[in-house]
């Protein structure tokens, strides 16, 4: 199993959560990793990015209050979520983009963040 999500549960909102998702080394050390989630009845949407330098990407609904980070000595990458709103309900999936090519890409089983009173 190449990545595999975990730290999903229900929350309030204004709580915070952290994601974590662990690669193989193999992917780990040639892929953009990121965060993409799945609402019911919605399409899978990028919600942060980060490459192998360092560079990030997030989703406008998710700037200010989510972070992604990386830890390369454990192949792992975070998905640090503040302030959580109803909206940021979904099934969270960890996402592995080859930088030497473009139709390697892995990805994970996915995490359900539920947001809700």
């Known amino acids: 199993v190449d990545l595999v999500e975990s730290g999903g549960g229900l929350v309030q909102p204004g709580e915070s959560l952290t994601l974590s998702c662990t690669a193989s080394?193999?992917?780990?050390?040639?892929?953009?990793m990121a965060w993409y989630r799945q609402a019911a009845g919605e399409e899978r949407e990028l919600v942060a990015r980060?490459?192998?330098?360092?560079?990030?990407t997030y989703a406008d609904s998710v700037k200010g209050r989510f972070t992604i980070s990386r830890d390369t000595a454990k192949n792992k990458v975070y998905l640090q979520m503040n302030s959580l709103r109803s909206e940021d309900t979904a099934k969270y999936y960890c996402?592995?983009?080859?930088?030497?090519?473009?139709?390697?890409?892995?990805w994970g089983k996915g995490t359900l963040v539920t947001v809700s009173t």
């Open positions: 996402h592995g983009q080859s930088e030497y090519s473009s139709v390697v890409k892995w």
């Open positions: 980060l490459t192998r330098g360092g560079s990030t």
């Open positions: 080394k193999a992917v780990f050390r040639v892929s953009t």
